[in-house]
């Protein structure tokens, strides 16, 4: 089984819907992230955090917000959906102890707004 | 302002031809990762390299570290169609929590 699952993997919806991608890992890692990939912009940070209490912004976060329901789980919500939010959405996780800084990745989730 | 400059940002080649990849920075960074990402895939680390100067292989792949860890390269020998995917460098600052990503390297080998 993978350690770092997303749900969807695919998901379209329309203008002004709320979504929320979810995240579940089994590595045992504190640290969890959402990040957006886009043609040509390469992987950009949403939110992030560092154990259950913690949640931070990225670069990105305006239109998302994040839930840390549990250690192993990290949710992405949209409140309302929007075009340019099109993207790929990946969660990652990591553990400072093993490696520095060093990310494990979800298979992605390809949403598209309409 | 992008931190990290990949280039070239797009690579065909035939197999068993070598390449280089390159990850610039004007930028120091405490450590330096890289990734290959399949299509539909999420990425996945190959390797990190930590002190200045440093090298290191895998197979066919040799990674080093800028002497002033402000850029990185990726060399492949004798590439396979295998090696096909998106390789994306990303640092780590001497300060924060965070990884900067490059923009990635988009590589074809053609068999």
């Known amino acids: 089984d993978a350690d770092v699952t997303q749900t969807p993997r695919n998901r379209i919806t329309k203008t002004g819907k709320r979504i929320m991608l979810e995240c579940s890992q089994t590595?045992?890692?504190?640290?969890m992230y959402w990040y957006r990939q886009d043609p040509g912009l390469g992987l950009r940070l949403i939110y992030y955090s560092f154990d259950v209490k913690d949640i931070n912004k990225g670069e990105i976060s305006d239109g998302y917000s994040v839930s840390r329901q549990a250690q192993a789980k990290f949710s992405l919500s949209l409140e309302s959906a929007i075009p340019n939010q099109t993207a790929l959405y990946f969660c990652?996780?990591?553990?400072?102890?093993?490696?520095?800084?060093?990310?494990?990745f979800g298979p992605g989730t390809r949403l598209t707004v309409t | 302002t992008q931190l990290l400059e990949q280039s070239p940002q797009f690579l065909s080649i035939q197999e068993g031809e070598n390449l280089t990849v390159y990850c610039n920075s004007s930028s120091v960074f405490s450590s330096l990762q890289w990734y290959r990402q399949e299509p539909g895939e999420g990425p996945v680390l190959l390797v990190t390299v930590v002190t200045g100067g440093e090298v290191k292989k895998l197979k066919r792949l040799t990674f080093q570290f800028g002497d002033a860890r402000k850029d990185s390269s990726l060399h492949i020998t004798a590439a396979q169609t295998g090696d096909t995917g998106l390789y994306l460098c990303a640092g780590a600052r001497l300060r924060g929590y965070q990884l900067t990503f490059g923009k990635g390297t988009k590589l074809s080998v053609i068999p």
């Open positions: 590595k045992g890692h504190d640290r």
């Open positions: 990652a996780t990591s553990d400072p102890g093993q490696g520095i800084y060093e990310q494990y």
